[in-house]
């Protein structure tokens, strides 16, 4: 929140990033010139981004996508087969544990 209070009463996350955009704003800007806005649009996209995190997720879900099609492209020739799931000692470690002592 612009007031500088979060909702557990301390400093909010975005908090110093509106002291950087209203400081730039009182640097350049004055009451009969606004033409210095322009000189704050980094600092007001840095704003913005820390309150809707819009960047981030766009990130995210071309990340995520990326991975499920890689993932879906993927062969599972190399998969293993269900008995050698089996012989990881879950399931049927009877018969392996005889194998293995020779009992």
Request: net charge neutral.
């Amino acid at each position: 929140m612009s007031s500088g209070f979060g909702l557990s009463g301390g400093q909010s996350r975005c908090f110093p990033f509106w002291q950087e955009m209203l400081a730039c704003y009182v640097v350049n800007t004055n009451t009969e010139d606004d033409s210095g806005k322009k000189k704050c649009a980094p600092m007001l996209e840095d704003y913005y981004e820390c309150l809707h995190h819009k960047k981030e997720a766009s990130r995210v879900r071309s990340l995520q996508t990326a991975y499920r099609k890689a993932e879906a492209a993927s062969s599972r020739d190399d998969a293993p087969p269900a008995g050698a799931i089996r012989n990881l000692g879950l399931l049927d470690k009877e018969d392996d544990t005889k194998a293995v002592l020779g009992k």
